[in-house]
């Protein structure tokens, strides 16, 4: 019903920005909370940023002061500034959303994209 689509991932330089999109598409009511993850290699899925439905965030301490999360709820699209990047950054990056599919009964779904990769390496 619902499809999270993730795209702005690519290569890029230890220090350098990238900015990754994820539009969400389909028959939804609203979108709550929208998130970002990542995974690296041999790592579990990690938090990095929340921002709910009015515009509180939260991020990972990780990625703390150097990425920023944000919303366009016109669009249904969460976008994630990433600066400073590190070798470190360096996974597949996720984007989630809790959806609202029905008013009666109040139904809510959990929503995943399929990934994009970031690749920081000189």
């Known amino acids: 019903q619902v499809q999270l689509v993730e795209s702005g991932g690519g290569l890029v330089q230890p220090g350098g920005s990238l900015r990754l999109s994820c539009a969400a598409s389909?028959?939804?009511?609203?979108?709550?909370?929208m998130g970002w993850y990542r995974q690296a290699p041999g790592k579990e899925r990690e938090l990095l940023a929340r921002?709910?439905?009015?515009?509180?965030?939260n991020y990972a301490d990780s990625v703390k002061g150097r990425f920023t999360i944000s919303r366009d709820n016109t669009k249904n699209t969460v976008y994630l500034q990433m600066n400073s990047l590190k070798p470190e950054d360096t996974a597949v990056y996720y984007c989630?959303?809790?959806?609202?599919?029905?008013?009666?009964?109040?139904?809510?779904?959990?929503?995943w994209g399929r990934g994009t990769q970031v690749t920081v390496s000189t």
């Open positions: 989630n959303a809790l959806v609202q599919l029905g008013r009666a009964p109040y139904t809510l779904y959990d929503y």
């Open positions: 389909g028959s939804i009511v609203s979108i709550n909370v």
């Open positions: 921002i709910s439905t009015g515009g509180t965030t």
